[in-house]
């Protein structure tokens, strides 16, 4: 049975740090691609960074230089290091892994970014 647990979520205030985890397992990960989406209330869901199965990172415009992304292919793990994070930054944050034929999706773990 494929599995991702995410766990990291939390409160923080405007400018201040907070580190994600996504723990896979149920099938080989080092052939798919990791992501992190989040969802906003009223919004939809949205790609905010990956790390491709060839090593090839990426992130959405307004995260970048604030969220890096990482990824422990030994332990099936990827992380989402969220620093000087915004009140626009909170939504619920989704591990998803993919390849061409699958998506599998974690439970989420919320992230409130409040002062």
């Known amino acids: 049975q494929v599995q991702l647990v995410e766990s990291g979520g939390g409160l923080v205030q405007p400018g201040g740090s907070l580190g994600l985890s996504c723990a896979a397992s149920?099938?080989?990960?080092?052939?798919?691609?990791m992501n992190w989406y989040r969802q906003a209330p009223g919004k939809q869901r949205e790609l905010v960074a990956s790390?491709?199965?060839?090593?090839?990172?990426n992130y959405c415009d307004s995260v970048k230089g604030r969220f890096t992304i990482s990824r422990d292919f030994a332990e099936n793990t990827v992380y989402l290091q969220m620093n000087n994070l915004k009140p626009e930054d909170t939504a619920v944050y989704y591990c998803?892994?993919?390849?061409?034929?699958?998506?599998?999706w974690g439970q989420g773990t919320q992230v409130t970014v409040s002062s």
């Open positions: 998803n892994a993919q390849n061409a034929i699958v998506h599998y």
């Open positions: 149920g099938t080989i990960f080092k052939y798919y691609d």
């Open positions: 790390f491709t199965s060839t090593g090839t990172t």
